[in-house]
């Protein structure tokens, strides 16, 4: 299932069955797990390890050398999951030393064309990048977040599970759980509630998130006085929890 005008490193480790297309180069210390489809004219080098049941399409560069002055020809790694769409002229970087030495992509995202992800970033499953979306190094991408066509996000930025960003955003700080994001900077404009919905949370939890909602940004208290406010909410509603420890985590302090 190997093209024959592809160049493949006898090195490299690639499951039986998977297809890779005409002219795509795959570069020694690469795996590429069982089921996963690779177009044409793709380069993947390593480290680097793929899962199973990936598309990886064509013009698409993986795991190529992080963008930072302070590499030095370390052995970083570029890990990605299971069941990822990597759409065309896609770019995603190895990690650093300074950055934790990987660059890990999770499982089942669907990422599209000409995103770029840099090096150290960490992003989770079930996540959709719309065209043109960039990652700057050392960010962090949770489940289900969802960020719409060129998405810029500055490094060390955290983006919290089940939030949505809109089009043409720039992220400049910490986004929290459940957040519906959009400007630049990106600013809060409500909670995720269609995608929140769609993930199967209750009636009485979207009220409770919509209570905490506006508590972060109505009530003009301090963070530290929004957290003890907020304690209480999540003691008769869980899912409030999650977005009391993201806000204690933000180093980057959040997009208000």
């Not at 024959?4 to 069955?17: G, L, S």
């Not at 969802?146 to 960003?165: K, N, P, Y």
């Not at 979207?206 to 905490?212: D, G, K, N, Q, W």
Request: glycine share 10%; net charge negative; charged share 20%.
């Amino acid at each position: 299932m190997i093209d024959v005008r592809a160049v493949v490193d006898p090195a490299a480790k690639i499951a039986d069955d998977v297809s890779i297309g005409p002219f795509s180069v795959i570069g020694a210390d690469v795996e590429i797990g069982s089921g996963t489809w690779v177009g044409p004219n793709v380069v993947i080098n390593g480290p680097c390890r793929i899962g199973r049941e990936n598309k990886i399409f064509q013009f698409a560069s993986v795991g190529e050398l992080p963008q930072d002055k302070k590499y030095a020809g370390e052995d970083t790694l570029l890990e990605i999951g299971d069941r990822n769409v990597i759409r065309e002229f896609c770019t995603l970087n190895r990690g650093t030393v300074q950055g934790g030495g990987a660059t890990t992509i999770g499982d089942d995202n669907w990422i599209m064309a000409y995103v770029h992800i840099a090096h150290d970033c960490r992003v989770g499953s079930q996540t959709i990048f719309a065209n043109n979306t960039t990652l700057a190094g050392h960010v962090t991408i949770e489940d289900y977040v969802i960020l719409g066509g060129a998405t810029l996000v500055h490094q060390f930025c955290r983006v919290g599970a089940h939030s949505f960003c809109g089009m043409g955003s720039a992220i400049a700080k910490d986004i929290p759980t459940y957040m519906m994001v959009a400007g630049q900077p990106a600013a809060p404009h409500g909670l995720n509630t269609e995608g929140l919905k769609r993930r199967g949370f209750s009636a009485e939890e979207i009220r409770e998130l919509r209570r905490a909602y506006k508590v972060i940004y109505r009530s003009g208290l301090r963070v530290v006085e929004v957290i003890e406010v907020l304690k209480p909410i999540a003691e008769r509603c869980a899912v409030v929890q999650p977005l009391i420890d993201f806000i204690e985590k933000s180093e980057r302090g959040i997009a208000r």
